[in-house]
């Protein structure tokens, strides 16, 4: 009796040393998402000080920039060399690096997140971006897995960003009518709607078709995937008004070097 009472035990010690370890864990990245925030924000206020005569929004802007590349960097290095495959193992358990990402982009999200509401900068839809971004993070490293497929969302994301931020600053620099500008919005176009569209939209689809992830990642995967459509929406309005305006460029060009002078333009 002894000893099947011992043997009876032993899980119920198991499970609670797993329950306590977990909760440690647990412990560890709220302190290290802290940390994060914290540091994101003193790099925000660094850079205050240091370009006094900038904007607030220059300043949280090259925040932003810093942490697109720094996202970009290490999410391209755990889907194209740490491993696993996201494409193929989605729903796998989260590791060391994988929660480092996701932990590093949650302090920014919420610092960016607030500044956003401070400020009241941004609409609806990038407020619902960065939301969603929070919560997915929080729930992939509350439930210890699919991190890879959150690390490759984070990518797609974030891959555009520096050459959205880039465009801003070209704007109040006085250069964005340039070759350069139109550079950066052609190659913006294309990556959107390359890396969010179509490789964003096979990574839904293995996702979805896969036993292992969760049904809340399924569900946020499908909300990140309709949240890229709404953006997209705003991106081929910006593409059509780009579209003639180089065309107006391109007819009042000709018609200085046909006639000497603009003519009328109707």
Same mark, same amino acid.
């Given at each position: 009796?002894?000893?099947? /009472?011992?043997?009876?035990? &032993?899980?119920?010690?198991? @499970?609670?040393?797993?329950?306590?370890?977990?909760?440690? =864990?647990?412990? +560890?990245l709220v302190v290290f998402a802290?940390?994060?925030?914290?540091?994101?924000?003193?790099?925000?206020?660094i850079l205050c000080i240091i370009n006094g005569s900038r904007s607030y929004e220059w300043n949280c802007r090259l925040v932003t920039l810093v942490h697109g590349i720094v996202a970009v960097c290490i999410t391209a290095y755990i889907g194209y060399v740490d491993g696993p495959w996201p494409f193929t193992h989605p729903g796998t358990k989260n590791t060391p690096l994988q929660?480092?990402?996701?932990?590093?982009?949650?302090?920014?999200?919420?610092?960016?997140?607030?500044?956003?509401?401070?400020? /009241?900068?941004?609409?609806? &839809?990038?407020?619902?971006? @960065?939301?969603?971004?929070i919560l997915g993070i929080l729930l =992939?490293?509350? +439930?210890?897995?699919?991190?890879?497929?959150?690390?490759?969302?984070?990518?797609?994301?974030?891959?555009?960003?520096?050459?959205?931020?880039?465009?801003?600053?070209?704007?109040?620099?006085?250069r964005?009518?340039?070759?350069?500008?139109?550079a950066v919005d052609v190659l913006f176009v294309l990556l959107f709607v390359v890396m969010r569209i179509f490789v964003g939209g096979?990574?839904?689809?293995?996702?979805l078709i896969s036993p292992r992830p969760r049904f809340f990642i399924k569900c946020g995967g499908v909300a990140m995937y309709a949240l890229s459509w709404a953006f997209m929406v705003d991106i081929v309005r910006f593409a059509m008004r780009k579209s003639k305006s180089w065309?107006?460029?391109?007819?009042?060009?000709?018609?200085v070097e046909a006639n000497g002078h603009d003519g009328k333009m109707d």
């Open positions: 009796m002894f000893t099947n /009472r011992m043997t009876a035990t &032993v899980p119920s010690i198991n @499970h609670l040393f797993e329950k306590t370890k977990a909760g440690e =864990t647990m412990a +560890l802290i940390l994060c925030l914290c540091c994101w924000a003193s790099f925000y206020f929660i480092s990402a996701l932990v590093v982009s949650l302090g920014y999200f919420i610092f960016d997140m607030a500044w956003c509401v401070y400020f /009241r900068t941004e609409g609806p &839809v990038m407020l619902a971006h @960065h939301t969603m971004s =992939t490293l509350w +439930l210890g897995e699919s991190g890879i497929e959150s690390c490759a969302v984070l990518f797609g994301s974030e891959v555009t960003n520096p050459l959205l931020q880039t465009r801003w600053f070209l704007k109040q620099t006085g964005y009518e340039t070759p350069l500008g139109n096979t990574m839904l689809y293995c996702e065309h107006k460029q391109r007819v009042r060009k000709e018609m």
